[in-house]
Nanobody, 116 residues
Framework: QVQLVESGGGLVQAGGSLRLSCAAS????????MGWYRQAPGKQRELVAT???????NYAASVKGRFTISRDNTKNTVYLQMNDLKSEDTAVYFC??????????WGQGTQVTVSS
């Protein structure tokens, strides 16, 4: 079973920055796409950004230009640099990892709170 350990969440003022990290371990198969999703209270989980093993990225329109996803394949780690944070970015952020057999694994979630 793949284990994902997230870090980097917290409380920040609007306009500030945070960097999330998610390290995958114990994967039996190769990791392909890595990503970040978020879920605000009373809302469904939504895509924030994904990155393929080739470095192709995809962003939600609401974060494009403010967030940057990256990965270090040698460490099986995905990052999310979040700049110019807004109150509407407040949510629990989950990392996701897909393997070559299209199994998806989820992190435990990390809280990001943006105060206005």
């Amino acid at each position: 079973q793949v284990q994902l350990v997230e870090s980097g969440g917290g409380l920040v003022q609007a306009g500030g920055s945070l960097r999330l990290s998610c390290a995958a371990s114990n994967n039996r198969f190769s990791i392909t796409t890595m990503g970040w999703y978020r879920q605000a209270p009373g809302k469904q989980r939504e895509l924030v950004a994904t990155i393929t093993s080739f470095g192709v990225t995809n962003y939600a329109a609401s974060v494009k230009g403010r967030f940057t996803i990256s990965r270090d394949n040698t460490k099986n780690t995905v990052y999310l640099q979040m700049n110019d944070l807004k109150s509407e970015d407040t949510a629990v952020y989950f990392c996701s990892v897909d393997d070559t057999f299209v199994n998806r694994y989820w992190g435990q979630g990390t809280q990001v709170t943006v105060s206005s």
